[in-house]
């Protein structure tokens, strides 16, 4: 709060619609860059997802710069990507994350979605930490923008102004619709049902204990099928929360909801007969078994109007084979933070959020494009894709393939700098090309800049 403001800079009244994994963190990101935040949640939290979630470098490197404590989300810090075969169970491409911190300067954590979310809210609510702590307000479901007027209205007939105005809820967003974005969108080729297994509950059985591997494996993926196991072991451990995918002609969940009733477990294995019979022991074991909607949202045209903005799968919803869903909010909400901070906000809203929106949209749409390639070929997936040694290796493209590098080695205050600068009609000195360094060669050949 003490560093010294740039001229024009003034403290907004942000608001934050939707308290999700997004919301909490851009309340984070904001109150840290002196402004003062109400998030609006239409729920009472009562029914969060119970299931995994991934943070890869990209995404803990925000948590740690904004002081988040990361130990009460209970991660498993990651050791490998390992995918097998669908009926043996034998390794097929194993991707060691053995230098990842010392490459990237941040682990990769599995976090529980509830853990991660009472992490985040409470850095968001408490008192310690910069800035003011921002206020959450429940039961308070957005209906309505009048954009012109930067007025919300929700659905309990309650009416508040902002100076600027975060859309982060979620994937069904009102918010995007006051914009003008009306998606175009399909039910995907592949369902999903995810299960819990208790790892104590395998073990008692004698089954294998995959928590001891903290990894996140993937069963399938090179045959070029929908059909996939994703296991991803959080709670320090002691949960295995498994994402089960098949063709969506073996059973269409698209228009079920989470959080209704559990399906049995023989729904769960009806799709894999031929599955290693390890992996399905456990999902016999399965609870909490929910269908995860699967929906494929073509890129949006942009991210914001006026003084209104789409954060996290409001901005860009997108398929979970990159697990990037998470990061990607904890992007935007780190570049909102950076852009409303006291070196860089002059106090036109309408100009930072522009820049949001270049920064934002083709670094999103790039990781969008990337998970649907990595939905039916796991080799297009961060981290595989840099496996080319292995018998099935076959991206679409090698030049086009997302790497690990891209996703890490990105600086996103370089980026701004960049977009800042163009913006304003300045000339844009450091070394870098949209965040990358000039020069790095990703390991498709790419050379950033050539
Ligand atoms: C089962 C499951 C597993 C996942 N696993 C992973 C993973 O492993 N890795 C990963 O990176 N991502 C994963 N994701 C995706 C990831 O959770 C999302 O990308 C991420 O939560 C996006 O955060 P968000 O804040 O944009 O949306 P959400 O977390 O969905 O939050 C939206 C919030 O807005 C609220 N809201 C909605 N409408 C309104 C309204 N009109 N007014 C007020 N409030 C409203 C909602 O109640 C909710 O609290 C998973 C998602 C699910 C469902």
């Known amino acids: 709060m003490g560093s010294l403001s740039t001229p024009g800079w003034r403290q907004l009244n942000v608001g934050v619609i939707g308290g999700g994994i997004g919301g909490m963190s ?81 682990v990769y954590n599995m976090f529980h979605r509830q853990y991660m979310h009472a992490m985040l809210k409470d850095c968001a609510l408490q008192e310690e930490g910069e800035g003011v702590p921002a206020k959450l307000v429940v039961n308070h479901k957005c209906e309505d923008i009048d954009l012109e007027k930067g007025t919300i209205k929700f659905a309990n007939g309650v009416t508040v102004h902002h100076d600027l105005i975060v859309g982060s809820d979620g994937i069904g967003s009102a918010v995007r619709g006051v914009l003008g974005i009306h998606p175009a969108k399909r039910p995907a080729d592949s369902s999903c049902l995810h299960a819990n297994v208790k790892t104590e509950d395998a073990v008692k059985l004698g089954l294998v204990d995959y928590s001891q591997d903290s990894a996140l494996e993937y069963w399938g993926g090179q045959e070029g099928k929908w059909d996939k196991i994703v296991l991803s072991p959080c709670n320090g451990g002691k949960l295995l929360s498994y994402y089960c995918f098949f063709p969506r002609e073996k059973g269409d969940y698209s228009t ?185 060669e990703l390991p498709n050949g790419v050379v950033i800049g050539a």
């Open 26 to 106: 851009v309340a984070i990101a904001l109150r840290r860059s002196g402004h003062l935040v109400t998030i609006y949640e239409r729920a009472d939290f009562a029914g969060e997802v119970g299931a995994s979630v991934s943070c890869a470098a990209n995404g803990t490197r925000w948590l740690h710069e904004w002081g988040v404590d990361v130990a009460k989300g209970d991660p498993v810090v990651l050791k490998s990507l390992i995918n097998r075969d669908w009926k043996t169970g034998e390794p097929v491409s194993v991707y060691s994350l053995d230098d990842y911190e010392k490459r990237w300067g941040y």
């Open 256 to 440: 079920q909801q989470w959080g209704t009733e559990d399906r049995p477990v023989e729904e769960l294995l009806a799709p894999f007969p031929e599955l290693d019979a390890q992996v399905k022991a456990h999902l016999a074991i399965g609870i909490e078994i929910q269908p995860w909607r699967l929906w494929v949202h073509d890129p949006y045209p942009y991210m914001h109007k006026n003084t209104t903005c789409l954060l996290g799968d409001a901005g860009h919803p997108m398929m979970p084979h990159q697990s990037q869903g998470a990061c990607m909010a904890i992007e935007d909400a780190a570049a909102l933070g950076i852009l409303f901070n006291k070196q860089n906000f002059k106090g036109d809203v309408a100009e930072c959020l522009d820049v949001y929106t270049k920064v934002r949209l083709p670094r999103v749409t790039r990781v969008q494009a990337a998970a649907a390639k990595a939905a039916y070929n796991i080799n297009e997936r961060i981290g595989f894709s840099a496996n080319k040694d292995i018998a099935t290796y076959k991206v679409e493209d090698e030049k086009k393939k997302l790497t690990i590098e891209e996703m890490n080695a990105y600086d996103m205050y370089k980026d701004i700098d960049e977009e800042l600068a163009k913006a304003r009609g300045q000339e844009y000195k450091d070394k870098y090309l949209h965040g990358l360094p000039i020069g790095l």
